[in-house]
């Protein structure tokens, strides 16, 4: 049997932790709190999926803790493919079904890395209506930024490592993870 074929249904590569599962959680409490301050209670959020499902479900939560009933909806968007290098172009694979005109949005993501995805998505909730769109995202890579685009609420900025876990994938694997670790393709 070839190499490669022993390797087949496990993750490429090695984690190392960059955030604990409890730093995490903290930092989700008080974004909770600084965005329960800042929009009120009476907000609807989009999640950008697929990577920003955990994030997402944790910080909805922790709004509620705030008063927070949102109206939530998914819209899955698209512009990496498997590798981790992005295509550039963004695209909907799958959208909103909910109406957004005079919503007061809050657009959640996994990371803000060109700032292409998050701008197409509050260009296009804009253009439908939305009254005000901010932009939360759990990390923010500020050194990549192609697009002048900023996030009102950022859980956490780092360099420019590849990172996996809490949501966020490489190839489909590593999204399980209860932390958020940055990934070695040349180890494991
Ligand atoms: P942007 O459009 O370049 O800002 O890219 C944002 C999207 O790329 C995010 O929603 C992620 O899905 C993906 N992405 C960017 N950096 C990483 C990373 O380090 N790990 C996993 N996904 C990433
Ligand atoms: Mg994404």
Not at 66 to 76: A, L, S
Not at 89 to 115: N, P
């Amino acid at each position: 049997m070839k190499a490669d074929e022993d390797n087949v249904g496990r993750p490429p590569g090695t984690v190392e932790m960059l955030y604990s599962a409890a730093e995490i959680g903290a930092r989700v409490g008080a974004l909770a709190t600084e965005i329960a301050d800042n929009m009120g209670p009476d907000i609807m959020v989009v999640a950008v999926l697929k990577g920003s499902f955990v994030f997402t479900a944790d910080l909805l939560r922790a709004l509620h803790h705030h008063g927070v009933h949102p109206r939530i909806d998914f819209m899955t968007l698209s512009s990496y493919g498997t590798g981790t290098q992005s295509s550039g172009d963004v695209i909907i694979t799958r959208d909103i079904t909910d109406d957004v005109h005079g919503a007061k949005i809050l657009l959640i993501d996994d990371i803000l890395e060109s700032g292409r995805t998050l701008a197409f998505a509050r260009e296009l909730l804009e253009a439908r209506g939305a009254e005000v769109v901010q932009l939360c995202v759990l990390l923010d890579k500020p050194e990549k930024r192609k697009i002048d685009v900023n996030a009102d609420y950022v859980g956490f900025a780092i360099g420019d490592a590849f990172v996996v876990g809490y949501g966020l994938d490489y190839a489909h694997y590593y999204r399980e993870l209860p932390y958020i670790g940055s990934l070695d393709l040349n180890s494991g």
